[in-house]
């Protein structure tokens, strides 16, 4: 088969310019869907391990909202917005070029949408951007769960993120700044796999079947509404295990390294949770994480989009105007 060539004018993106363009559109969604984000993590903690549920501070996830808005303000409802920020533009950035980079290991097009290499490069794309920003995965996670106010679960109050790794790495060392790795892989790729294939697959079944034109901001939002809820349902238990192996308080054990009270890892945390609570303790929080990750699903693939042909539109003008 001919490789294919492409006019200066005409060349698909980058690596760097997709990778831009993707961490964009993150950091605009995060910053509209953190504070679901913070509502999700107080409800996962609340009730932690405990057979009859606990006290229940908070009622649902707009009890969360209203009354951290009330206690704490905006800073409340937007805990952890700096690394969750960093933490979503790099996953999104590294999603493209995996693709394109498989597409062409197996000789297809890099331009061509093939189920089996999206799902790939969405779970290796996670995995990757989990690996690396575990550190700041940890420190999102206990930010957001902290409340001066209502407190649930174990509270780390941290100034802010610097303040956060210099005070982990004081108590625990290096090796506190990779405590849930796993977890995070795990969170991460499952909702990966299926974030970005259901959205470019939703994408394609609209177009080919003439239901909507192909660059319409309808065809964006309908694809990206359905993307939101494949990933909710898939990583929701992962993202329960996520938040309590990250927040649990620790212990020097008898080896003198120190390692989770509650918790061995995700599998552990799972079934433990499981025995106490039952089912719907994984679900903990599923309301909020699905007003989390829909309009965040929605906002960053759309914007993806909006800014990758604006970005083409722009340069080719400049290509013209040379």
Known sequence: MATPTYTKKGRPLSTTEGFICGGIAACIAVTISNPAEVAKTRLQLQGELAKDGGQKVYKNAFDVLAKTWKNEGIRGIQ????PAILLNGSRLGFYEPFRRGLNKFIGRSADEQITFTSVAAGASSGAVGASLGNPLFLIKARM?????ALPVGTQHYYKNA??????????????GLVRGIDAAILRTSMGSSVQLPSYNWTKTQLVKHDILPA???????VSSSVSGACVCLAMQPADTALTRVYNQPTIVGPDGRRRGALYKNPIDCLWKTFKTEGVRGWYKGSTAHFLRIAPHTIVTLTANDIIINLYKAARDRGIDDE
């Open 79 to 82: 805990r952890g917005l700096a």
């Open 144 to 148: 957001q769960a902290y409340s001066p």
């Open 162 to 175: 610097f303040h956060a790794l210099s005070t982990i790495i004081k108590a625990e060392g290096a090796r």
């Open 215 to 221: 660059n319409s901001t309808a065809t964006f939002l």
